[in-house]
């Protein structure tokens, strides 16, 4: 698995680098078929006293890249309810992958 964290008008500090490390293990955990992740980390600043802080994951796994972003006032705020964005659509492509439960048009037939 490839990880990268870079920051847009921002520096990476390693404690920001480890509280998303910590929070990938939550999605590697469910599942474990992720090739690449890049996560980018910003600060938009609007105006002087709205600064958002955004978040984006793009997670490319066995067949499809899911992509998640996130904005808040505070970065580790963004980085949690990314996270669950994130791991909603992971387990869904996971159960995409793993309902099998249909029958196939060939085994049909042999039922009848």
């Known amino acids: 698995m490839n990880l990268t964290i870079s920051g847009h008008h921002l520096d990476v500090s390693p404690a920001l ?3 998303v490390l910590t929070k990938l293990d939550r999605i590697t955990r469910h599942f474990d078929q992720v090739v690449d992740i ?6 938009e600043k609007l105006k002087e006293k709205e600064r958002r802080q955004k978040a984006e994951v793009t997670l490319h796994v066995k067949g499809k890249d899911i992509f998640v972003e996130h904005s808040h006032e505070d970065l580790y705020a963004a980085i ?6 994130l791991d ?5 492509h996971k159960d ?4 099998h439960h249909h029958l196939a048009p060939k085994r049909m037939d042999a039922t009848l």
């Open 96 to 99: 995409k992958l793993q309902d």
């Open 17 to 19: 680098r480890e509280y």
């Open 38 to 43: 890049n996560v980018l980390l910003s600060v």
């Open 80 to 85: 949690d309810q990314l996270m669950d964005k």
């Open 88 to 92: 909603r659509q992971v387990m869904r």
